[in-house]
């Protein structure tokens, strides 16, 4: 590859695979360029591989000098990756590669997601593959496909191509942090019917826009209070309810379902003479919000304007109504905390995405639960919302939860190892997010002894995402030295 932007980062063995790998698109539902890249990879390298019918890639290594007797590992990450970019940023993810710079000690990249969720674990594991000179048992890179939209890749994974019993997962955000259970969830798709009606030529059409938020990882990032834009939204046309007439014609927000919402928009037709009122009212609401959220989210904007085009048509004064109850009702953020491990976030639902359709409203929620049952409950809440306005609900990508597992002898080679590394003890803890482990536990029948772990990343799910070159750094002489450790 010439002009190589990370050409003497350390580690060089692992950047250089990363800004392969970043030179592919690979957006989730686009992974057959990176999957059979990672194809070429195993045959240039005389590794058994599989590639399946869902693109998972699977290459296998032989235990190295003195370790023939060890049991087998698999070190396991994703090829997909979140597809966010600012807004006067012009790239096309199907096509453009992802564009790396590096700003003092972190890799970012040029106005859209990194892609280090979960590049990194990709680089690490073909870094890996690649050694000549690493210790370890015999080893399988599991790589899967659509991660981010549902996990149709470990879903659709066949147990019998995987032979290792322990499992590395390289998908967590923060260093010194070992993962070893996390949340279940799912998507709830709500629809609500529109009624069309011709546009009154009384009526005139403004556009309200929600920007500047933060967003950020529906999971990880949920406890922080950041303002989810459709949730804003939907309050300031409630709060226009009461004061004036209004019919939508057009409403989106959002991009996808497990990233918080950064922005949204609604076209509405008012009478003329309503002109200052709204005004008065979204310069109001505003304040209110810039107050409310000046610390997680202090460049939040609520733009008002004419719109450029006049619709030919609306919704009705019921579906305006209806979309408008349903966005105001339907909750959204922390809805219980965990009373067994502290500070973690036990349930939460997301406001993801918000659609206009030809004959409906669509909106994607995000649930996410440690608790079965409370996810279930949280799925009935939103039932019951849609019931009473003329909605339908499916349940869309569910995946169980990974529960704790107190007798891990991977768990504690990882926190041996990383106390001799760099004295002092890891943090052992459960993330509010899903995660692959959960579904290979259900899949190999409680039957793998997991961890997760990975390098520090920021704004993931964003376009100001980026990677920790140092902990990059540590996070790899840590991988080395537990394959070292492994030794039986």
């Known amino acids: 590859m010439e002009n190589r932007a990370l050409e003497n980062v350390e580690p060089v063995e692992v950047f250089k695979y990363f800004e392969e790998i970043s030179s592919i698109p690979r957006g989730s539902g686009n992974e057959k360029g990176i999957s059979d890249y990672l194809v070429s990879f195993a045959k240039k390298h005389k590794l058994d591989v599989i590639q399946d019918e869902a693109l998972n890639v699977i290459m296998k290594k032989p235990a190295s000098r003195g370790y023939e007797n060890s049991p087998g590992i698999v070190i396991q990450g994703h090829m997909d990756m979140v597809c966010e970019k600012k807004p006067e940023v012009e790239h096309d993810f199907i096509k453009d590669p992802i564009k790396l710079r590096v700003v003092d000690d972190m890799l970012y990249a040029e106005g859209t997601t990194l892609g280090g969720d979960d590049g990194i674990a990709v680089a690490m594991g073909l870094a890996v ?3 000549e000179n690493i210790a370890h048992p015999p080893i399988e890179l599991v790589v899967t496909t659509s991660e981010e939209t549902g996990m ?10 995987v032979s290792g019993k322990t499992l590395i997962n390289i998908d967590s955000e923060e260093e010194g942090m070992l993962l070893v259970s996390c949340a279940g969830g799912c998507s709830s798709k709500t629809n609500i019917p ?24 529906s999971g990880a990032e949920i406890h922080k209070g950041r303002a989810n834009s459709n949730k804003l939204l939907a309050r300031l046309l409630k709060s226009l309810s009461p004061k004036m007439s209004f019919n939508i014609s057009y409403i989106k927000g959002g991009s996808k379902h497990n990233a918080i919402a950064r922005e949204a928009q609604a076209v509405i037709c008012i009478n003329g003479e309503n002109k200052a009122l709204l005004k008065d009212q979204v310069s109001k609401l505003e304040k209110i919000f810039k107050d409310e959220f000046k610390t997680a989210d ?7 304007k004419a719109a450029e085009e006049k619709p030919k048509k609306i919704m009705d004064d019921a579906t305006t109504k209806n979309v408008v109850n349903f966005l105001y009702l339907i909750p959204n953020g ?12 036990e349930s939460s639902l997301n406001l993801g995405v918000v659609q206009t359709k030809d004959d409906s409203v669509e909106i994607i929620s995000s649930i996410r639960s440690s608790v079965g049952s409370i ?22 990508s569910a995946y169980p939860e990974w529960k704790y597992n107190p007798n891990s002898k991977i768990r504690e080679i990882f926190i041996d190892v990383y106390e001799k590394l760099f004295g002092k003890k890891p943090l052992v803890t459960a993330i509010h997010a899903g995660l692959e482990c959960a579904l290979f536990e259900e899949k190999f029948n409680g039957q793998l002894d997991m961890i997760s772990f990975g390098p520090t990343m920021f704004g993931v799910h964003t376009a100001d995402e980026h990677l920790s070159i140092p902990s990059t750094q540590r996070t790899w002489k840590y991988l080395v030295e ?3 450790a492994l030794k039986q």
Not at 199 to 217: D, R, V
Not at 298 to 304: C, I
Not at 376 to 396: P, Q, R, Y
Request: charged share 20%; aromatic share 4%; glycine share 8%.
């Open 482 to 484: 537990v394959l070292r």
């Open 298 to 304: 202090p460049d939040l904007k609520v733009n008002l």
């Open 152 to 161: 149709d890749g470990a879903l659709a994974l066949d147990p019998k191509n």
């Open 194 to 217: 529109i009624a069309w009606k011709d546009l009154n030529g009384n009526l005139e059409p403004f556009s309200i826009e929600i920007q500047g938020l933060k967003g950020g990882h």
């Open 334 to 345: 922390v809805q219980s905390m965990s009373m067994d491990i502290e500070n973690l976030v």
């Open 129 to 131: 593959m690649a050694s």
């Open 375 to 396: 996810k279930e409950n949280i799925f009935d809440t939103i039932t019951a919302i849609a019931s009473l306005t003329n909605g339908k609900v499916v349940a869309e």
